[in-house]
């Protein structure tokens, strides 16, 4: 059961085309994952094209005359390449990840974002995608069994969409399709039993707060 989701300011704005790449793609992961914010995605979508409906009607767009000629040129351009244009075919896109000899399936939403490679150090690793954002960096974060995430706090937002497996902090223990957002005011250590794959946005570097991890803090602009 998915017990954290988007707000319904995230929402709405992801309806209205509103959000930066990095952000709607976690919502449209999300709500593939989540059926009460999928239903809530499309009913504001349904409101919205009312909306637009009511403030310009096709008597507005277009006059009589204007609309017989666009009906004419359309049904001509159709029927001069209905004998001339292939049928197109349905492509078959690979949406999937291996990491440590675990494979997943990602949301369709991915699809065309995974073009990079894995990179990372002991049980975590990290799969950068590039949403053309300068500040927020979005990964695919991969924590193999029985791995963690030293403990730390956020100089920035960080946003954690669970896609596959668990894993449990000092807050809770979060099942796929959980969403968090964390600030400055969250210190945590994720650790996981099984494993688990999250999609995630940092928009500054982690600040870790204990044992040797705290040596990387110097360095932490080069890290996030």
Known sequence: MINYHPDQHLLSLHAKGELPLSMSIA?????????????????MTIALSEQEFEQQTVAEQFDDAGLSGLLDQFMSSTLDN??????????????????????YALPRVFRKQINASWQG???VSRLRLDTGEPQARASLLHIAANGEIPE???????????????FSDCYNTYKPGDFMLLDQAHQHSPKTTE??????????????????SKLLNPIGDLLY
């Open 27 to 43: 919502i449209s992961a999300h709500a593939e994952l989540c059926q009460h914010c999928r239903q809530q995605l499309d009913q």
């Open 82 to 103: 209905l004998d001339t244009e292939p049928t197109p075919q349905p492509q078959v896109v690979d949406n999937t990840v291996t990491i440590k000899g675990q494979q």
């Open 121 to 123: 150090i002991g049980k």
């Open 152 to 166: 730390h706090t956020h100089k920035g937002a960080e946003l954690t969409l669970l896609l596959a497996g668990e």
């Open 195 to 212: 494993g688990c794959l999250c999609y995630t946005i940092v928009d500054a570097p982690l600040y870790f707060t204990k044992g040797f």
